[in-house]
C-alpha cells in the first residue's frame, strides 16, 4: 500500500479576507492605502517608528476581532486527520490558522502576536498596543520591533519550509497573488519534485501556469471541498 501523502500548503491575505481582513494587492487593499516603503521596510521603520507601529497596532486589532472562517477550519480538520504530513506556511501575519484549531503554522513572515528586539532578537509576546521604545525584558534595551519580516529581510522557518517542499507529494498555494519571493517560488520547488499542484484563489496568481489544478472561487468554498478530497484518498 502506498503511504499517505505529504502535503504543504501555503496560505496568503486572501483565506482571511472573508474573516473580514483586508488584502494587500486587490482593489482598495492595503498596498492601496499605505506605501509599502513607509510601513513594510527597514528603512521605513528607521524613519519613522511610530507610523510603523500605528500600521501594526491596527492590524493587530483587527484581527483580534476576526474569526476564523470555514477554510481555516478545513486546514485544521486536514492537519487533525491526515496521515501523511501536512506541513502549513503562512504569509498571514494575524492568528486566524491559530484561532481556527491548526497546531503547527509556520509563519514565514513574522506575527502580529509576536515582539522583537532589534538588538538581541529576543522574542516576546507583543501587547495588543505596542509603543515605540518599549524596553526588551531580555536585554533592556528600548529597541522593540514587531515582529514581521519586512522587504529587504529574510523570511523565517525557510530551512524548514525547503525541506517540506522536497518531500512533497502535494502543494496547495490557497488566497495568495504569487507576487512576492520567496513564497511565490515555492509552486516551482513542488513542481520540481514532482508534486501534484493546486492553486485556489479567487482569481489567477502571477503564476497561475505553474498549477495542475485550478480552483477560482471564494476559499470558504473551495478548501473545504478539497480537503474533503484529500481526506477521501
Ligand atoms: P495579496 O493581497 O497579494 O493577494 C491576495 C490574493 O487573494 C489575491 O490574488 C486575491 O484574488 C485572493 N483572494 C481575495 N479574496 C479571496 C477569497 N475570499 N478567497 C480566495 N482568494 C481570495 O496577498 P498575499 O499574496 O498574501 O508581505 O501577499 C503576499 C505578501 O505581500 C504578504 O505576506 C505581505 C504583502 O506585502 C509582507 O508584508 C512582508
Given at each position: 500500500m502506498m503511504s499517505a501523502p505529504s502535503i504543504v500548503i501555503l496560505t496568503g491575505a486572501g483565506i482571511s479576507a472573508e474573516s473580514g481582513l483586508g488584502t494587500f494587492r486587490d482593489e482598495g487593499g492595503l498596498w492601496a492605502q499605505h506605501r509599502i516603503e513607509d510601513v513594510a521596510t527597514p528603512e521605513g521603520f528607521a524613519r519613522n517608528p511610530q507610523r510603523v507601529v500605528d500600521f501594526y497596532n491596527a492590524r493587530r486589532a483587527q484581527a483580534a476581532e476576526a474569526s476564523p472562517n470555514a477554510a481555516h477550519a478545513a486546514l485544521a480538520r486536514l492537519q487533525a486527520e491526515h496521515l501523511g504530513d501536512v506541513t502549513l506556511v503562512t504569509q498571514n501575519v494575524d492568528d486566524l490558522h491559530e484561532k481556527g484549531?491548526?497546531?503547527?503554522?509556520?509563519?514565514?513572515?513574522?506575527?502580529?502576536?509576536?515582539?522583537?528586539?532589534?538588538?538581541?532578537?529576543?522574542?516576546?509576546?507583543?501587547?495588543?498596543?505596542?509603543?515605540?521604545?518599549?524596553?526588551?525584558?531580555?536585554?533592556?534595551?528600548?529597541?522593540?520591533?514587531?515582529?514581521?519580516?519586512?522587504?529587504?529581510?529574510?523570511?523565517?522557518?525557510?530551512?524548514?519550509?525547503?525541506?517540506?517542499?522536497?518531500?512533497?507529494?502535494?502543494?496547495?498555494?490557497?488566497?495568495?497573488?504569487?507576487?512576492?519571493?520567496?513564497?511565490?517560488?515555492?509552486?516551482?520547488?513542488?513542481?520540481?519534485?514532482?508534486?501534484?499542484?493546486?492553486?485556489m484563489n479567487l482569481e489567477p496568481g502571477e503564476n497561475v501556469g505553474l498549477f495542475d489544478d485550478i480552483r477560482e472561487s471564494k476559499a470558504s468554498e473551495t478548501v473545504p471541498n478539497w480537503v474533503a478530497e484529500v481526506l477521501a484518498g
Open positions: 484549531g491548526s497546531g503547527d503554522v509556520i509563519h514565514m513572515h513574522g506575527a502580529l502576536a509576536s515582539a522583537l528586539c532589534a538588538a538581541c532578537e529576543h522574542r516576546w509576546p507583543a501587547r495588543l498596543e505596542m509603543s515605540v521604545g518599549e524596553e526588551c525584558p531580555a536585554c533592556a534595551a528600548p529597541t522593540i520591533r514587531p515582529d514581521i519580516v519586512w522587504f529587504g529581510e529574510i523570511p523565517y522557518h525557510m530551512e524548514r519550509i525547503e525541506r517540506a517542499l522536497a518531500n512533497a507529494d502535494i502543494f496547495a498555494a490557497i488566497g495568495t497573488s504569487g507576487n512576492v519571493y520567496p513564497a511565490a517560488g515555492f509552486v516551482q520547488m513542488a513542481r520540481h519534485v514532482g508534486a501534484e499542484t493546486v492553486e
